[in-house]
């Protein structure tokens, strides 16, 4: 077989070769384009303040979105509640009106991976990752000095809270120190330190173990100490002879004489 002929019969191989791969491809495309994306898979859930639920997970083939789904534990139905493109692998649900996050309750996500392509969804984790919401933060109202030198705190009552923390600190201390925890709105420092501001805080807890953020200004009180240079200077009241007293005694009984004709 002279040299032309190997090459024309080289082509005609080679050029068959490349219709049957193309061929192959070509009836592989609908089958590719026709696939479910993957199943996500849940990293984690993490309640970040009282009104916000943060839920991570992994990355899956074939999504070109992620969709976002939540509930009240305990429920059946899922609600929708985010479409995100598919460079998201987190998501932080912020409460509305529409999609609430109550405090004092339990929350649980799912994510579902969706092609917009093939308008088809895969399968998701029916379990989801389920979280308890955290306490309010507190707002502080007040520490007020008594006539005894301790201290009072008052704040106004946090949502999903079950007790509240209070913390004390001052200049020499950087970090909070705990003071007591308490059920109610108040709480009475019986030893504040003296001749010094004292600062306060307080921090929400829950039963579930979460606890809120809190101001990390807090009020502020000066205490004074026992010394006679923190008290504040007494006019003495004024002194009178014999002579002067008998005075004023007659004078103030004209006055009132005169008030009375």
């Keep these: 077989m002279d040299t032309v002929n190997i090459k024309k019969y080289f082509y005609q191989i080679l050029s068959i070769f490349a219709a049957l791969l193309l061929s192959f491809s070509i009836a592989q495309i609908p089958v ?27 990355k899956v083939f074939g999504a070109t979105n992620y969709i976002v789904y939540y509930k009240e534990a305990g429920s059946k139905k899922w609600i929708k509640i985010k479409t995100l493109d598919n460079t998201k ?4 649900h912020t409460s509305s009106k ?3 996050i109550d405090t004092g ?3 649980t996500y799912t994510v579902k991976a969706y092609n917009k392509n093939t308008k088809k969804s895969g399968a998701y984790n029916k ?3 389920t979280t308890n919401t955290v306490p309010q933060t507190v707002k502080l109202n007040e520490a007020k000095l008594n006539s005894n030198g301790s201290v009072t705190i008052s704040w106004f009552k946090a ?3 079950d007790q509240y ?3 004390v600190r001052n200049k020499d201390n950087t ?4 003071l007591d925890t308490v059920s109610g709105l108040s709480c009475t420092d019986k030893y504040p330190f003296e001749g010094q501001d004292n600062i306060y805080t307080v921090k929400a807890y829950a039963k579930s173990g979460k606890t809120g953020k809190y101001d990390a200004n807090g009020v502020k009180v000066y205490v004074p100490s026992g010394d006679d240079d923190d008290k504040p200077d007494i006019t003495p009241a004024p002194t009178f002879t014999e002579e002067q007293f008998a005075a004023e005694i007659f004078r103030l009984t004209n006055v009132e004489r005169a008030k009375h004709g």
Excluded: F
């Design 175 to 178: 970090k909070w120190l705990s």
């Design 32 to 58: 590719q384009a026709a696939a479910k994306p993957g199943t996500v898979k849940l990293s984690s859930i993490k309640a970040t303040d009282y009104n916000k639920i943060n839920i991570k997970w992994k």
């Design 159 to 161: 949502g999903g809270a």
């Design 165 to 167: 923390e209070v913390y």
């Design 127 to 129: 379990k989801g990752l």
């Design 89 to 92: 692998s987190s998501y932080t």
């Design 98 to 100: 529409k999609y609430p």
């Design 105 to 107: 309750y339990k929350y």
